[in-house]
């Protein structure tokens, strides 16, 4: 049950369009939303999450529309996102912040205290439940942030640029973390990094100007790649340089 953008557009402030009659669904699994800054990442997740609201178009979700205001507050339990920047709240312990999410999502407060620890738990930092966010590394910041995206047991998870700061091994760990969450949670991640797409997402989508020029499984989009290179990860970064370097949109 994907969520679904029907020629949607949108523009800030009467500036040009970031997209502009945008249709597309999004896969199922794990998605990694690949572009360059600018190409409308953001944007087109802000739009999946109702945090943004089309000019035009529509986007929809298990029967519920992000335009219908009555629908949004089942549409944002089941679908939840995460922004490039995760305020954090002064003070707080990372199972406090996690529980004020589950709050505001409309849960009641024994229910968001209980559901916070789990949710913790689910992203491996049960342990430090009772430490103050400020005082956790920004790997570990992240990782509350996605418990914070999981603690009113959303289906969809969008992430924009969570792996942003953090190192190859907390990247790797944040990448098992999301490998298991794929099992009961659909994933879209948005990114300009492509070393860890053969091991970590099922599809893979490429977004420029506002247009999604590739959506397919990795296998295909790295057929896309040049004969010269070899590894995973040469592969990647040429499959996505072959398509941020063409004209024109690719329908697949």
């Known amino acids: 049950m994907p969520i679904s953008m029907s020629e949607c557009s949108f523009s800030y402030r009467r500036r040009r369009p970031v997209l502009r ?7 199922p699994g ?5 572009g360059p800054n600018g190409a409308g990442k953001s944007t087109l997740l802000g739009l999946c999450a109702s945090a943004l609201r089309p000019g035009s178009g529509s986007v929809t979700y298990g029967g519920l529309s992000t335009g219908r205001r009555r629908a949004l507050p089942a549409f944002r339990r089941r679908v939840a996102w995460m922004p490039q920047q995760v305020e954090q709240v002064p003070g707080l312990t990372a199972r406090d912040q996690v529980a004020y999410a589950g709050w505001l999502k409309g849960m009641g407060r024994r229910e968001a205290w209980r559901e916070a620890l789990q949710a913790l738990e689910r992203v491996e930092l049960a342990d430090r439940a009772d430490d103050k966010v400020q005082e956790l590394s920004g790997g570990q910041q992240r990782r509350v942030a996605v418990a914070q995206a999981l603690v009113h047991d959303a289906e969809v998870l969008l992430l924009d640029e969570p792996t942003a700061g953090m190192d190859p091994r907390q990247r790797q760990v944040f990448h098992q973390i999301l490998a298991d969450l794929s099992k009961n949670v659909h994933i879209v991640l948005s990114t300009h990094d492509t070393s860890d797409i053969a ?3 099922d599809s893979v989508a490429v977004l420029l ?7 397919g499984t990795v296998a295909d989009f790295l057929s896309h790649a040049s004969a010269t290179a ?3 990860e040469q592969r990647a970064a040429s499959a996505y340089q072959a398509f941020t370097e063409v004209d024109g949109a690719i329908s697949w």
Do not use: I
Request: no cysteine; aromatic share 12%.
């Open 21 to 27: 009659d945008l249709s597309y669904t999004l896969p």
């Open 30 to 34: 794990r998605t990694v939303l690949l």
């Open 199 to 201: 091991n970590s997402y």
């Open 209 to 215: 100007d506002g247009q999604v020029r590739f959506s």
């Open 230 to 232: 070899t590894s995973d």
